[in-house]
């Protein structure tokens, strides 16, 4: 990736975006070749009398496309040899401790004038394949060996490598650095899930693990393309070790045993430390344990954990701060006050609340989080009310990454076995339409603009099985491994989930699983209770668990942001990230338990990094609440398709009328769906932008055909429904709104029409009926397929009735708000005012049930559109 990135911009071109970037591992060549024909239009050297023109442009990029290609091929080939070999590895050939330092020093030249040219745009690839590593031995009960007793490849199970650094860190995705043992013999070590911040400086890595830093390394994998997973690859056998978890190196300190009688041959000039540093030490151990009395030991606690906090490290702050008070010969209110600080930054409120209400000498900040610990507690107790929901909607809005403050909220809900589907949530009483059921934080997530990734997509490539991650997931997984270190009481919530049905259940699965629990990091933490992370079991379970949501918007302009996102912050040479690159990764514990039904009875909406779930529906006790993995509303084999990494078969009532339907009929349903309504679609599109306007004549024809073509498309999809299959036809829901909206928009056209060329068309379009009744009657049509019906039947030649609903759509929720407000705008041209508002009044009650947040909400979502802006004034008014 390197090579290619660095001649394009040799050659003024700018670095493929965040979709072209996946299009670069499709190696079809025509796909290839539309590619480079399309980044050699984006040239950025606009000087006419420049020698590159296009035809060679397009040569030149079509070679660098045919060397990228091949580059992948030597990775493949790479893998499989190593796999090969794994079986019968050899003795290394150790390399000189001078040349190992000067190929790192040009590798991080090579970096940071990489990063210098890239305008703050760069993309990175990385790889993977085959087995992950982690070591579950304590280091006590490993055998110390030496570089020069490692082979090659191989995983040597029972022995550690005693090591330190020797060489400034380079950071990709994982970091790269050279380590010599005692006797002076030198190998290179990656690291993945280092830090999930791209952007740190040199001075900022050499920081975490500075020069002359002493680490055990346990059980190490010495491979033969080391750099393959951390990177950036080579493409070139490079011998090292790969370590691919951080839990497997431990940073050993000068009171260590291993380090009592330890020579090294080979003198270390160590960098100046500076202030930040002092206390390095302590940041590296996490534990207390070595702190004594004295007002130095005091101020340097203060010290480690404000650096602490500020890196995220709640529980290791915390631990620093209660080992100093134990040890404290009398109170201290800044450490004090600090201690409430943490409590409350790891959610911990009513702990906080405590230790807030017997502090010594309480300032006016600890009263302000007193009270705000309070109002959480309540929010924990209770819910989120509205108007807490609608300050989560608009942080939403103003940033795409907004991480919120709030408490976990559960509701009336248990975790119960579900035969054939695992564990599940299951209501402990009745609840109405509306109700919350959970709100709950994600621990650990990552989104695509975050401050330390925004502007460097990712992408990891498995050689073996061709499954390619993506930004979000693999920084999510760094983030829940550092998250699960400092934090390891979250380690049941998180590690207790399934990492799908590949991999085995990990012992924390095998747990009975909490609806809460603690979020006091513990005060103390032995060595032997420090966790052993399977990264693959990380990455597993963010794959199969991991929501990759989608804010809620506007329904005006979806795509559009408030400024102050990252988006609109960025800089214009780096693209917007879109698509599977754009999305968010979410871990969220206990709404992973639920499980899917395409036919969902909860609705489950995310603001930043909350998500909450309210029920849909009147539900009974005893009910498993179910959401959507995947949505209901695409068609029976798409649903089928990307629910086979589950490897379960749906059972929801929506998949049993598919399957009830025939294969024969679901096949023609999805050609209707996949082919011919979007070109019908299109064409009403067209047909209908193409009338009015002072100069243009109404093309009354085009219209009817345009409606007479939806219409027998209708009976065409209906033929494939079984005639005991009921209301439920979500396809029918978009053509009966376009049928609709082709009558609204003939309708709009009478005051340019004389009377009796009106009367005509009228009768062209429905005969012995008004234009009103048949755009009415569709958008009840549409209602209807997804199960919301009138409390009162449709009169056909009268439109005076209050005809609302009291349920809640079973899919197309948003459009079906949009059926109601059409309905309600409807009724406000016949100037019916009752049953216009009595119309917008449902669909505000329907909003309120999936999304909440009052008419704050209701309104940014709804009355940015002008189509309902005259419907949603009157019913403000009413």
Same mark, same amino acid.
């Given at each position: 990736m390197e090579d290619l990135l660095r001649s394009?911009?040799? &050659?003024?071109?700018?670095?493929?975006?965040?979709?072209?970037?996946?299009?670069?591992?499709?190696?079809?060549?025509? *796909?290839?070749?539309?590619?480079?024909?399309?980044?050699a239009l984006q040239s950025k050297d606009d000087n006419d009398d420049s020698l590159l023109t296009k035809d060679i442009l397009d040569a030149g990029v079509q070679a660098l496309f045919e060397n990228f290609a091949r580059a992948l091929q030597k990775e493949k080939e790479l893998f499989k040899s190593e796999l090969n070999a794994l079986a019968v590895p050899k003795p290394i050939k150790t390399v000189p401790r001078k040349a190992l330092l000067a190929r790192q020093a040009a590798e991080i030249k090579r970096m940071q004038e990489a990063w210098a040219a890239s305008e703050g745009y760069h993309p990175r690839l990385i790889f993977d394949g085959g087995d992950t590593y982690h070591s579950t031995t304590p280091l006590s009960q490993l055998k110390a060996l030496s570089v020069r007793n490692l082979k090659a490849p191989a995983r040597h199970v029972g022995s550690f490598l005693l090591c330190r650094v020797v060489s400034c860190l380079n950071l990709y995705v994982g970091c790269t650095f050279i380590v010599e043992d005692s006797a002076g013999d030198a190998v290179p070590v990656s690291v993945s899930h280092f830090t999930s911040n791209l952007k740190l400086s040199i001075a900022e890595l050499s920081s975490l693990l500075p020069i002359g830093t002493a680490l055990a390394i346990r059980e190490p994998y010495l491979s033969l393309n080391h750099a393959s997973r951390a990177g950036p690859a080579s493409s070139k056998s490079v011998i090292g070790i790969r370590v691919d978890t951080p839990t497997d190196i431990k940073v050993l300190h000068d009171d260590d045993a291993l380090l009592s009688d330890v020579t090294w041959k080979e003198s270390l000039t160590l960098p100046a430390a500076s202030p930040s540093l002092k206390h390095l030490k302590w940041l590296q151990r996490f534990s207390g344990k070595s702190y004594h009395s004295s007002d130095a030991d005091s101020a340097a606690a203060k010290d480690a954990a404000h650096v602490f906090r500020a890196q995220g490290r709640t529980g290791a702050a915390y631990r620093v701060v209660s080992a100093q008070q134990a040890v404290n010969s009398s109170a201290d209110a800044e450490l004090e006050e600090l201690q409430c600080q943490l409590l409350f930054d790891a959610g911990a409120y009513p702990e906080a609340f405590e230790a807030m209400s017997s502090t010594t000498s309480p300032s006016s900040a600890m009263a302000t989080l007193k009270h705000k610990s309070q109002g959480l507690m309540t929010e924990a107790g209770q819910g989120c009310s509205s108007a807490r929901v609608a300050s989560f909607y608009f942080t939403s809005q103003l940033s795409d990454k907004a991480r919120l403050t709030t408490a976990d909220f559960v509701g009336p809900v248990t975790v119960r076995d579900i035969? %054939?589907? @695992?564990? %599940?949530?299951?209501? !402990? =009483?009745?609840?109405?339409? %509306?109700?919350?059921?959970?709100?709950?934080?994600?621990?650990?997530? *990552?989104?695509?603009?975050?401050?330390?990734?925004?502007?460097?997509?990712?992408?990891?490539?498995?050689?073996?099985?061709?499954?390619?991650?993506?930004?979000?997931?693999?920084?999510?997984? !760094?983030?829940?491994?550092?998250?699960?270190?400092?934090?390891?009481?979250?380690a049941l919530p998180f590690l207790g989930l399934t990492a799908g049905p590949k991999l085995p259940v990990s012992k924390w699965a095998k747990q009975p699983y909490p609806l809460r629990w603690s979020n006091v990091p513990p005060s103390a933490l032995d060595e032997k209770d420090e966790l052993d992370i399977d990264a693959a079991y990380v990455d597993g379970v963010l794959r199969f668990n991991a929501f990759g949501p989608g804010q809620i918007s506007r329904k005006s302009d979806p795509k559009a942001k408030i400024s102050g996102g990252a988006s609109s912050n960025a800089a214009a040479s780096i693209p917007e990230m879109t698509g599977e690159l754009g999305r968010a990764t979410m871990p969220h514990p206990l709404p992973a338990i639920l499980n899917h039904s395409c036919l969902?009875?909860?609705? *489950?909406?995310?603001? @930043?990094?909350?998500?909450?779930? =309210?029920?849909?529906h009147r539900l009974p006790t005893g009910t498993e609440i179910m959401h959507q993995y995947v949505k209901g509303e695409q068609p029976y084999a798409v649903r089928s398709a990307q629910l086979s990494k589950h490897e379960f078969k749906c059972g929801c009532t929506l998949c049993v009328l598919d399957r009830g339907d025939g294969d024969e009929n679901v096949k023609k349903r999805q050609a209707i769906m996949g082919g011919t309504l979007p070109a019908l679609l299109e064409r009403s599109r067209l047909v209908m932008k193409g009338q009015g306007g002072p100069e243009k004549e109404v093309d009354v024809d085009a219209?009817?055909?345009? #409606?007479?073509?939806?219409?027998?498309?209708?009976?065409?999809?209906?033929?494939?429904? *079984?005639?005991? =299959?009921?209301?439920?036809?979500?396809?029918? #829901?978009?053509?009966?709104?376009?049928?609709?909206?082709?009558?609204?928009?003939? @309708?709009? &056209?009478?005051?340019?029409i004389q009377v009796s060329e009106r009367n005509a068309m009228l009768d062209e379009f429905c005969p012995g009926f008004e234009l009103a009744d048949i755009f009415w009657q569709s958008y009840l049509d549409a209602l209807a397929v997804v199960g919301v019906q009138p409390r009162q039947g449709p009169s056909a030649s009268s439109h005076t009735s209050s005809l609302t609903c009291d349920k809640m759509p079973d899919l197309h929720f948003d459009d079906a708000l949009a059926c109601m407000l059409s309905i309600a705008k409807l009724y406000l041209r016949m100037e019916d005012t009752e049953s216009a508002v009595a119309w917008t009044r449902t669909a505000f009650w329907a909003h309120e049930c999936m999304i909440n947040g009052g008419v704050e909400v209701f309104m940014d979502r709804w009355g940015q559109d002008e189509t309902y802006a005259d419907v949603l004034h009157v019913w403000q008014t009413a």
């Amino acid at each position: 990736m390197e090579d290619l990135l660095r001649s394009l911009r040799g &050659l003024g071109l700018q670095a493929p975006n965040s979709e072209q970037l996946l299009e670069l591992l499709d190696q079809e060549p025509e *796909s290839q070749r539309r590619l480079a024909q399309l980044l050699a239009l984006q040239s950025k050297d606009d000087n006419d009398d420049s020698l590159l023109t296009k035809d060679i442009l397009d040569a030149g990029v079509q070679a660098l496309f045919e060397n990228f290609a091949r580059a992948l091929q030597k990775e493949k080939e790479l893998f499989k040899s190593e796999l090969n070999a794994l079986a019968v590895p050899k003795p290394i050939k150790t390399v000189p401790r001078k040349a190992l330092l000067a190929r790192q020093a040009a590798e991080i030249k090579r970096m940071q004038e990489a990063w210098a040219a890239s305008e703050g745009y760069h993309p990175r690839l990385i790889f993977d394949g085959g087995d992950t590593y982690h070591s579950t031995t304590p280091l006590s009960q490993l055998k110390a060996l030496s570089v020069r007793n490692l082979k090659a490849p191989a995983r040597h199970v029972g022995s550690f490598l005693l090591c330190r650094v020797v060489s400034c860190l380079n950071l990709y995705v994982g970091c790269t650095f050279i380590v010599e043992d005692s006797a002076g013999d030198a190998v290179p070590v990656s690291v993945s899930h280092f830090t999930s911040n791209l952007k740190l400086s040199i001075a900022e890595l050499s920081s975490l693990l500075p020069i002359g830093t002493a680490l055990a390394i346990r059980e190490p994998y010495l491979s033969l393309n080391h750099a393959s997973r951390a990177g950036p690859a080579s493409s070139k056998s490079v011998i090292g070790i790969r370590v691919d978890t951080p839990t497997d190196i431990k940073v050993l300190h000068d009171d260590d045993a291993l380090l009592s009688d330890v020579t090294w041959k080979e003198s270390l000039t160590l960098p100046a430390a500076s202030p930040s540093l002092k206390h390095l030490k302590w940041l590296q151990r996490f534990s207390g344990k070595s702190y004594h009395s004295s007002d130095a030991d005091s101020a340097a606690a203060k010290d480690a954990a404000h650096v602490f906090r500020a890196q995220g490290r709640t529980g290791a702050a915390y631990r620093v701060v209660s080992a100093q008070q134990a040890v404290n010969s009398s109170a201290d209110a800044e450490l004090e006050e600090l201690q409430c600080q943490l409590l409350f930054d790891a959610g911990a409120y009513p702990e906080a609340f405590e230790a807030m209400s017997s502090t010594t000498s309480p300032s006016s900040a600890m009263a302000t989080l007193k009270h705000k610990s309070q109002g959480l507690m309540t929010e924990a107790g209770q819910g989120c009310s509205s108007a807490r929901v609608a300050s989560f909607y608009f942080t939403s809005q103003l940033s795409d990454k907004a991480r919120l403050t709030t408490a976990d909220f559960v509701g009336p809900v248990t975790v119960r076995d579900i035969p %054939g589907a @695992g564990r %599940g949530l299951v209501l !402990t =009483r009745e609840v109405e339409p %509306g109700e919350l059921l959970l709100c709950c934080r994600a621990i650990g997530g *990552s989104f695509a603009a975050d401050e330390g990734c925004s502007g460097i997509p990712v992408i990891r490539l498995n050689l073996e099985d061709g499954l390619i991650s993506t930004t979000t997931q693999i920084l999510a997984a !760094t983030n829940i491994i550092h998250c699960l270190i400092d934090r390891p009481n979250l380690a049941l919530p998180f590690l207790g989930l399934t990492a799908g049905p590949k991999l085995p259940v990990s012992k924390w699965a095998k747990q009975p699983y909490p609806l809460r629990w603690s979020n006091v990091p513990p005060s103390a933490l032995d060595e032997k209770d420090e966790l052993d992370i399977d990264a693959a079991y990380v990455d597993g379970v963010l794959r199969f668990n991991a929501f990759g949501p989608g804010q809620i918007s506007r329904k005006s302009d979806p795509k559009a942001k408030i400024s102050g996102g990252a988006s609109s912050n960025a800089a214009a040479s780096i693209p917007e990230m879109t698509g599977e690159l754009g999305r968010a990764t979410m871990p969220h514990p206990l709404p992973a338990i639920l499980n899917h039904s395409c036919l969902p009875n909860v609705s *489950s909406v995310f603001f @930043g990094d909350v998500v909450t779930t =309210r029920a849909l529906h009147r539900l009974p006790t005893g009910t498993e609440i179910m959401h959507q993995y995947v949505k209901g509303e695409q068609p029976y084999a798409v649903r089928s398709a990307q629910l086979s990494k589950h490897e379960f078969k749906c059972g929801c009532t929506l998949c049993v009328l598919d399957r009830g339907d025939g294969d024969e009929n679901v096949k023609k349903r999805q050609a209707i769906m996949g082919g011919t309504l979007p070109a019908l679609l299109e064409r009403s599109r067209l047909v209908m932008k193409g009338q009015g306007g002072p100069e243009k004549e109404v093309d009354v024809d085009a219209l009817h055909d345009a #409606m007479r073509s939806l219409q027998a498309l209708v009976q065409d999809l209906q033929h494939t429904y *079984s005639s005991t =299959r009921g209301y439920l036809r979500p396809e029918l #829901m978009h053509v009966h709104v376009e049928i609709a909206k082709i009558c609204n928009c003939a @309708g709009s &056209l009478e005051q340019s029409i004389q009377v009796s060329e009106r009367n005509a068309m009228l009768d062209e379009f429905c005969p012995g009926f008004e234009l009103a009744d048949i755009f009415w009657q569709s958008y009840l049509d549409a209602l209807a397929v997804v199960g919301v019906q009138p409390r009162q039947g449709p009169s056909a030649s009268s439109h005076t009735s209050s005809l609302t609903c009291d349920k809640m759509p079973d899919l197309h929720f948003d459009d079906a708000l949009a059926c109601m407000l059409s309905i309600a705008k409807l009724y406000l041209r016949m100037e019916d005012t009752e049953s216009a508002v009595a119309w917008t009044r449902t669909a505000f009650w329907a909003h309120e049930c999936m999304i909440n947040g009052g008419v704050e909400v209701f309104m940014d979502r709804w009355g940015q559109d002008e189509t309902y802006a005259d419907v949603l004034h009157v019913w403000q008014t009413a």
